[in-house]
């Protein structure tokens, strides 16, 4: 153990994940501990964390934000879900909204009644009983904790926004705070002889930055945590074949929609964020099946208006730190693993890790057993994010390419196969405990990719035929009725903007 008090946070690299850490520790920590941020102008930022997950909202009110100056400043927009399109199939799509589904019944989910009602030849989809996605398409919005006069649960939702203005806006926050911002490259990172602790970042300027604990956000450079200390990369390629992506902004479209699009091609997919002022776009494929100018091709001809710049090649390892925590030397971002943002995770997983880090934050020297935790928490969070994400890919019925073959046909994780199978049996599905992905989550991809189940539980017979019948039309009607009071997406962000000038 070292037992040196920690007085100086450092943060190596800014973007998203290092202005994000910085706010939440000076926000949590004020007082205790100076606050140092490093970062180039030199070294641009990865910059496509654009698409956001539910969660983003308690980040954004801990640190005291504003919501409504938050999406001005962001050119912000409203995500209700995920529309996956050609995954389970070519031509066939579903969505994975936020939210409930149905009536939440004790000991038994919504859906089962959903199943029992199949059963019986009703042709209803699960997603008319999703108030998220019934206003997702008619592109309405407005903030609404519960439907009106019920105890039903309103919408849930997360954002669209530009990350670099989003950085920005957080810097300012952090100034504010008490952060300092050194600007500078980092030419040498010395280390004390006896404990192998960082101590000092040179700078190429001349200038040293000294401190206690330091903070990797350098990206997939990982300067700290893999050039400095040597901690190894576990690649999850085997279950993840897409190694590149290719970003483009393009003009954003007359109507803003308030859902995130997913699109499935031969080889990877694309994606489709629509912010204010353009419409964020990529393509997330296989290097192994496509060539950067086939992957060109599709995407520049599959975009929703004129490019705005030419496409930006990024290529990229999915996989996890073995230590995201080792020494004195913290990863969060980029650096300590990547996961393909099909399900909009990577500002969630710096928002978590950061979290985590100030609940496991030491104070009369750093200890074993809290990096530990620390570390031992954070494998879990990936290998469960990393499971949903691989069914999206093994749970297909494609046959228009190797590269779907392959995913079908691969060995998945004994976690996810075991999961699967209990549902394709049973209809039961578990959230294990702290995974992000509730089972409403999990249920909705499942079926969207054709995993239907055997059976379901039986609580849902308590319900006699009439009674189920009436259930299930009242539900449509009440969520039908709401979703014609919601004001369009776009008189939402009108009002935002009126209420901001």
Known sequence: MNQKIIKKLVILGGGSAGWMTAALVARSMRG???VVLVESDQIGTVGVGEATIPPIQNFNRALGLDEQAFLQETNGTIKLGIQFEGWSRPGASYMHAFGGIGKDFPFCDFYNYWLRAR??????????????????????????????NTNLAGISYAYHFDAALYAQFLRRYCESNGVQRVQGKVCDVLRNSDSGFVETLRMENGGEVNGDLFIDCSGFAAL???????????????WLPCDRAM??????????????????????????????????????????HWSDEQARERLLSNL??????????????????????????????????????????????????????IKCFPHHGIRGQEVSEFNRQ????????????????????????????????????????????????????????????????WQQVMIGQGILPEDYHPVADALSDTQMDDLMQSLKTLIQGTVRQLPSHEQFLAGIQGVAQ
């Open 304 to 357: 929703p208006g004129t490019p705005l710049a030419e496409p930006k090649v990024i290529p990229f390892k999915t996989g996890y730190r073995r230590e995201q925590w080792c020494k004195n030397v913290v990863s969060l971002g980029l650096a300590s693993g990547f996961l393909e943002p099909l399900e909009s995770t990577s500002l969630h997983l710096v928002q978590s890790a950061a979290t985590r880090l």
């Open 119 to 148: 059963a019986r030849g009703d042709t209803s989809s699960f997603w008319d009983y999703s108030l998220n996605y019934q206003a997702a398409l008619c592109n309405r919005f407005a903030p609404l904790a519960a439907i009106p």
């Open 378 to 441: 954070s494998r879990v969070e990936m290998e469960r994010i990393r499971d949903f994400i691989i069914l999206h890919y093994k749970a297909n019925q494609r046959r228009d390419s190797d590269f779907w073959r392959h995913c079908e046909a691969m060995t998945v994780p004994h976690t996810l196969q075991e999961k699967m199978e209990l549902f394709r049996a049973t209809g039961k599905v578990f959230r294990d405990y702290d995974d992000l992905f509730t089972e409403v989550a």
């Open 32 to 34: 205790t501990l100076d």
């Open 224 to 238: 700290l945590i893999e050039k400095t200390l040597g901690v190894e990369y576990e690649h999850w390629g085997q």
């Open 247 to 288: 970003a483009v902004p393009s003009e954003s479209e007359e109507q803003i929609a308030p859902y995130t699009r997913s699109i499935a091609h031969a080889c990877g997919w694309q994606w489709q964020i629509p912010l204010q002022h353009r419409t964020g776009n990529g393509l997330v494929f296989s290097s192994g």
